[in-house]
Structure formats: structure tokens, C-alpha cells
């Protein structure tokens, strides 16, 4: 039996480790109990000779992100600006269209229209817009050493029990530690692998049952120069051919200009299906695509290829993030971020904002501190939601955009004015000839029929 904690976090990725963190330096007594071999949970950067560094998991990060920034900033760990000098590709029914800024061009004014509506609320790409130099994994690997020997790897949680004076928490590997409260810091799909005493609350039960993870396959093909620059592109292609592995693409090329690489994304159900090839067999096909659409056979000669199938991972159970199919968050989500007793809840899907990024993993395991240091009288109730000044470095700076970018509508509303304009003016030319005489016959013959 371990010594008496005062609090357990379940979970070493970034949302656990940031409230540990917290905790710590806030005088608690704190243990982090990993599952994996590793912390960082869906962040994860590999290291080695071909790619120095590469995230395989999360990697950006952007103006509002200030959380992040801010522990980044607190860490040492710096950023840098991602590649988007160049042409665009947009691969469409066999044929590619290069262009630049914000959205494809479109000869169709309808969909120029919803292209522009959409961009207004996408905020013109202003989520991609930096990584981190030499990765995001360091954010978890730095705090893991400032909790100097508080996190322990390789301890899936099993049972949590809550029927006593203190909360007891058993590993897979039979070590049992007790605390005063527990966060649980991972997906909650996860949580259906703990045995609970009392059992959950049934509405937490039923909703930890219904929030399935994506699933995500990141693939990072290697060259041995970044042949697109050369060609005026930026490396950022957008395919839509049914066939395709890949969906959308990204230079991910060091900073220095040093290891020259396209990152791609098999997304949803291809990332499903293409999960049955091997490796070397997605990698062809994914060489075989990027030709295509770049119009090239240097994309058929990669020198290096690295991938991670999110969907294998059992202490994760796919990425980006868990989601909400229809009609979930109406009937269950009230309990997401709600206390079971001494259990309290963070992981990124608990977030208010930014919910399935890094910076919305930090919100919510500093969220869920503060709410147990509330709760031991440490803090009010009004400190638990604390703001977040913005960062000095990455400011969010306004969107410039035209009169007509700013107010045209969608095509959808474009067609319904122009609809409410014919029903009205019809209304009107009706009531004018009635008024002017017109339909009288009409009228008296109505009248004379339907006495």
C-alpha cells in the first residue's frame, strides 16, 4: 500500500500532466498514473537519424491557442511558422487547379459564395499555422521531469474504488495508491476499462459508452529535396477523388530546409479500410497519388516513410478526438465535465474551447485542479474558470477582408431571397389587379358557385 496522495491523476498526456502540474506547484501532493510506456498520450514524437523529429500525433498550434503558447513558452519549447509560400492544389475528378489564398477559385457564383462563407468561419486557415521545433512531445516529456519521479509508466488503471474515507486506485501490475480525489485525464471510452465501486452514475455510464474516437492514420513521406517548392508549390494539396488514401496534405519540412517532407492524413472510413494493407502497400499508394496530382514522378521516389495508425493504439483508441453522433450531447453531454463523487473529470474532450487540440487538453486538466483545490478550500468557485491573457508572441490578429467578403451570403441564402422577392412580388402584382378590378368576374363567379 502507497502512501496517501492527494490527488491521482489518471492519464500522462498533456491534460493530466498540465494538472498535476498545476497541483504541484500549488503544494499538493500528486501521481500520475500512464498506461503507456511513454507520456504525451495523442501527442507522440519520434526521434531518429532520417527525420531527426517528427509528431506522428498533435502537432500545431495558433493565435488563441494561449494556453499552449504559454506553457510552450514556459518550457523552452519555440515554434515555428508553417510552409505556405506557393501555390495550392486542389485535385477534383482526375484534374488538378493551383491557386493561391484562402479557398479554391470557382467559375460557379453559387459556390464562390458558399466557398467565401465558409472561409468566414474557418478564419482563413488560422488553426495550421505553427509547430513546434523538435516537437510537440517535448510540452509532456518537460513536465514529466519537473514532477521529478511523479509519473508512473506502465500503470494502466483497473479499479477505482470510492467507498471509504479515501479513494483506492489499483494498476494492472497490482500496486495500489490512495488519494483524497482523482482526475481521470483520458478519453472516456477509456474509463469502461476501470471496475468502479460504487458503479458510475447511469447517465455517465450510458454516455461514456456512445462517444466513439476517430480514427486517423498520419502518414510523413521523406525526399530527398522538396521538389514541389521547386514547381511554385507550397506543399498544401486538397484531394477529392473517392479513390484517393489521402485527403489533404502539408509541407513538413524543418524549418532549416532539412528533411524534406509531404505530411498526409487518411481520415474516417479509408483509414478503416487502407488499415488492412501493409505499410510498404501505403506508402505506394500514397506515392502513386502524390504524382498524379503534382503531375511528377519525383513523388515516386521517397527516401524515407513513417506513419501512425491511431487506431491501434488501445490507451488512445484512434484520433483526433472522441465525437458526438447525433443526438448525444442533447441527452448525455450535460455530464461530461460533472464530478462522480471524488472523481474528477479532463482530457481534451472536456474542453469549453478548443475541444480535440492541445490547447483544449490544458484547459480542461487546469480546469479540473482548480476544481478540487476549490473544493479543499484552497480556492472560490469564481477562480476555478480562469481567462487566459493572450499570448504576446502569437497575437491573434484581426482577418482582413472586403466589404462584399464580409456580407455576401451563402448560396443557400442567396436563393432563398430570391425566392422571398418572387413569392412577394407576386403577392403585390395580385393585390394591385384585384384592387384595379381585374379578377371581379372571377371573384362574383366564386361567389356565385360557393353560395
Known amino acids: 500500500m502507497r502512501d496517501t496522495y492527494d490527488v491521482i491523476v489518471i492519464g500522462g498526456g498533456i491534460s493530466g500532466l498540465s494538472a498535476a502540474k498545476l497541483l504541484n506547484e500549488s503544494g499538493l501532493n500528486v501521481v500520475v498514473l500512464e498506461a503507456q510506456d511513454r507520456v504525451g498520450g495523442r501527442t507522440h514524437t519520434i526521434r531518429n537519424k532520417e527525420v531527426q523529429y517528427v509528431d506522428v500525433g498533435g502537432a500545431y498550434v495558433g493565435p488563441t491557442q494561449n494556453r499552449l503558447l504559454r506553457i510552450a513558452k514556459e518550457l523552452g519549447v519555440q515554434t515555428y511558422k508553417v510552409y505556405l509560400s506557393g501555390h495550392l492544389i486542389q485535385h477534383?475528378?482526375?484534374?488538378?487547379?493551383?491557386?493561391?489564398?484562402?479557398?479554391?477559385?470557382?467559375?460557379?457564383?453559387?459556390?464562390?459564395?458558399?466557398?467565401?462563407?465558409?472561409?468566414?468561419?474557418?478564419?482563413?486557415?488560422?488553426?495550421?499555422?505553427?509547430?513546434?521545433?523538435?516537437?510537440?512531445?517535448?510540452?509532456?516529456?518537460?513536465?514529466?521531469?519537473r514532477l521529478q519521479g511523479r509519473v508512473k509508466l506502465q500503470s494502466p488503471v483497473i479499479r477505482l474504488d470510492q467507498t471509504g474515507e479515501t479513494v483506492i486506485v489499483e494498476t494492472l501490475n497490482h500496486e495500489i495508491y490512495k488519494s483524497n480525489y482523482v482526475i481521470s485525464a483520458i478519453p472516456p471510452v477509456l474509463t469502461t476499462k476501470i471496475h468502479f465501486n460504487p458503479e458510475l452514475p447511469s447517465v455517465r455510464n450510458q454516455l461514456i459508452h456512445r462517444l466513439p474516437m476517430g480514427s486517423v492514420?498520419?502518414?510523413?513521406?521523406?525526399?530527398?529535396?522538396?521538389?514541389?517548392?521547386?514547381?511554385?508549390?507550397?506543399?498544401?494539396?486538397?484531394?477529392?477523388?473517392?479513390?484517393?488514401?489521402?485527403?489533404?496534405?502539408?509541407?513538413?519540412?524543418?524549418?532549416?530546409?532539412?528533411?524534406?517532407?509531404?505530411?498526409?492524413?487518411?481520415l474516417s472510413r479509408k483509414a478503416s479500410s487502407l488499415a488492412n494493407l501493409s505499410k510498404e502497400e501505403r506508402k505506394r499508394k500514397i506515392c502513386e497519388y502524390y504524382a498524379k496530382v503534382m503531375g511528377t514522378e519525383d513523388a515516386l521516389h521517397p527516401v524515407h516513410y513513417e506513419?501512425?495508425?491511431?487506431?491501434?493504439?488501445?490507451?488512445?483508441?484512434?484520433?483526433?478526438?472522441?465525437?458526438?453522433?447525433?443526438?448525444?450531447?442533447?441527452?448525455?453531454?450535460?455530464?461530461?465535465?460533472?464530478?462522480?463523487?471524488?472523481?474528477?473529470?479532463?482530457?481534451?474532450?472536456?474542453a469549453t474551447s478548443w475541444s480535440g487540440y492541445m490547447e483544449g487538453a490544458i484547459e480542461?486538466?487546469?480546469?479540473?485542479?482548480?476544481?478540487?483545490?476549490?473544493?479543499?478550500?484552497?480556492?472560490?468557485?469564481?477562480?476555478?474558470?480562469?481567462?487566459?491573457?493572450?499570448?504576446?508572441?502569437?497575437?491573434?490578429?484581426?482577418?482582413?477582408?472586403?466589404?462584399?467578403?464580409?456580407?455576401?451570403?451563402?448560396?443557400?441564402?442567396?436563393l432563398r431571397f430570391f425566392g422571398y422577392s418572387a413569392f412577394f412580388a407576386t403577392a403585390a402584382a395580385g393585390i394591385l389587379a384585384f384592387k384595379k378590378g381585374y379578377f371581379t368576374f372571377e371573384c362574383k363567379h366564386f361567389i356565385n358557385l360557393h353560395p
Open 364 to 414: 480542461a486538466g487546469e480546469r479540473a485542479a482548480r476544481e478540487i483545490m476549490c473544493k479543499m478550500g484552497l480556492l472560490t468557485e469564481h477562480q476555478i474558470w480562469v481567462p487566459e491573457p493572450e499570448s504576446t508572441d502569437v497575437p491573434a490578429l484581426p482577418i482582413t477582408t472586403t466589404f462584399l467578403e464580409r456580407n455576401l451570403p451563402t448560396s443557400q441564402g442567396l
Open 217 to 266: 492514420i498520419k502518414c510523413m513521406m521523406y525526399y530527398k529535396e522538396a521538389f514541389w517548392r521547386k514547381m511554385g508549390y507550397c506543399g498544401c494539396m486538397m484531394i477529392e477523388d473517392e479513390d484517393t488514401p489521402i485527403g489533404f496534405t502539408l509541407d513538413d519540412t524543418k524549418p532549416d530546409g532539412s528533411s524534406p517532407a509531404l505530411i498526409g492524413f487518411i
Open 307 to 350: 506513419e501512425k495508425d491511431w487506431c491501434k493504439e488501445q490507451y488512445s483508441g484512434g484520433c483526433y478526438t472522441a465525437y458526438f453522433p447525433p443526438g448525444i450531447m442533447t441527452q448525455f453531454g450535460s455530464v461530461i465535465r460533472k464530478p462522480v463523487g471524488k472523481l474528477y473529470f479532463a482530457g481534451t474532450e472536456t
Open 92 to 145: 477534383s475528378k482526375g484534374k488538378s487547379n493551383t491557386f493561391y489564398g484562402a479557398f479554391p477559385p470557382a467559375y460557379n457564383p453559387l459556390v464562390f459564395l458558399d466557398y467565401n462563407s465558409f472561409m468566414r468561419t474557418m478564419d482563413q486557415w488560422g488553426s495550421e499555422e505553427r509547430k513546434f521545433v523538435g516537437g510537440s512531445g517535448q510540452i509532456s516529456e518537460k513536465i514529466m521531469e
